[in-house]
């Protein structure tokens, strides 16, 4: 058994079998459909494909976070046995279940002095918050102990990079993130919003694009611009859509562009969670790059 539990909140849309073989916890989320309760629990109670055909006929969905109370009755569990926790949150950007976790792991504190509780506002989302999981793993299994891997997470949160986009703007207009007129306009158009994620963890819109294969190519231009060593990045590159042909079709244009990368890029449905805001026709693609702290400040002056 490891001395300490790494975990994280289950909209870092990875795979049941991905955690498992990475040995990461996770808490899931809550998500309502037509008034029927789901666990967002990484496709067990309810598929992504599932919940994107019922959103397509209509269906009326909802998400809300984990309560304080089932954070804590999460933690109790693994420090009853005796072990350490490292969480680490959904990004506090378009969540507030980081300060729910924080929250109760106050109060585990108090319940078991003698344990560390560490929890980290990743400032991630979907499978850019999974691929900063997966360095997480590494490091620990490197051997960096739980205070150590705590630092380097606070470190190198801002590092992940995080672009989508999407060519269906209905659930981005029923979410309010581009209003009705706007959104009109621009399906009688085709335009595909490129946004991305910023420091404070937020979803900002960045460009818009006409076509899909315009937005496309500009993707493959920003991995360019803001990977780690540009058009030489060797770093791993996570996919996550809502349209599995797109993702494909993005993943051997990001495989022929940089040859260099650590093994082709992997590919993953977004979850129940940030699919009922993101709805069908997303794709999004995350990978190392710049400080998106200094970036945003650079991009200011």
């Known amino acids: ?19 498992a073989r990475r040995d990461i916890s996770f808490i899931p989320f809550n998500i309502n459909v037509d008034g029927t309760a789901y666990k967002d629990d990484m496709g067990a109670t309810i598929q992504p494909g599932d919940l994107f055909q019922r959103m397509l006929a209509g ?3 909802k998400t809300s976070q984990v309560a304080v109370g089932e ?4 933690f109790r569990e693994f420090l009853r046995t005796g072990r350490d926790i490292l969480h680490v949150a959904l990004s506090s950007g378009i969540s507030g279940t980081f300060n ?16 560390k509780i560490y929890v980290i506002d990743s400032l991630c989302a979907s499978s850019g918050y999974g691929l900063f999981m997966d360095a997480m793993a590494d490091k620990r299994d490197e051997g960096m102990d739980i205070d150590q891997l705590y630092a380097w997470g606070m470190e190198n949160r801002y590092k992940l990079q995080h672009w989508f986009y999407t060519t269906d703007l209905r659930f981005f207009i029923r979410g309010g993130r581009i209003s009705k007129t ?6 009688v158009l085709g335009i595909c919003p490129l946004l991305n994620v910023d ?3 937020k979803l900002v819109p960045r460009e818009k694009i006409r076509t899909k294969k315009r937005v496309r190519k500009r993707v493959l231009d920003v991995i360019e611009d803001h990977a780690l060593g540009g058009k030489d990045y060797s770093g791993k590159c996570f996919i996550s859509h809502s349209d599995e042909e797109e993702a494909r079709i993005v993943a051997e244009l990001i495989s022929e562009r940089f040859p260099n990368l650590s093994g082709k890029p992997e590919i993953f449905p977004i979850g129940v969670t940030i699919g009922c805001h993101t709805g069908p ?5 995350f990978f190392w ?6 970036e945003e400040v650079q991009h200011k002056d």
């Open 100 to 115: 729910s976790a924080a929250l109760a792991a106050n109060m585990m504190k108090e319940e078991f002095p003698d344990r």
């Open 71 to 74: 954070y804590a009755d999460y």
């Open 199 to 201: 420091y404070e963890g």
């Open 182 to 187: 706007a959104g009109a306009i621009g399906q």
């Open 1 to 19: 058994m490891k001395e300490y539990v790494l975990s994280c909140c289950s909209p870092a849309d990875l795979t049941l079998e991905w955690v």
């Open 281 to 285: 026709g997303t794709l999004a693609i």
């Open 289 to 294: 790059g710049g400080d998106r702290k200094m």
């Open 59 to 61: 269906a009326d969905v």
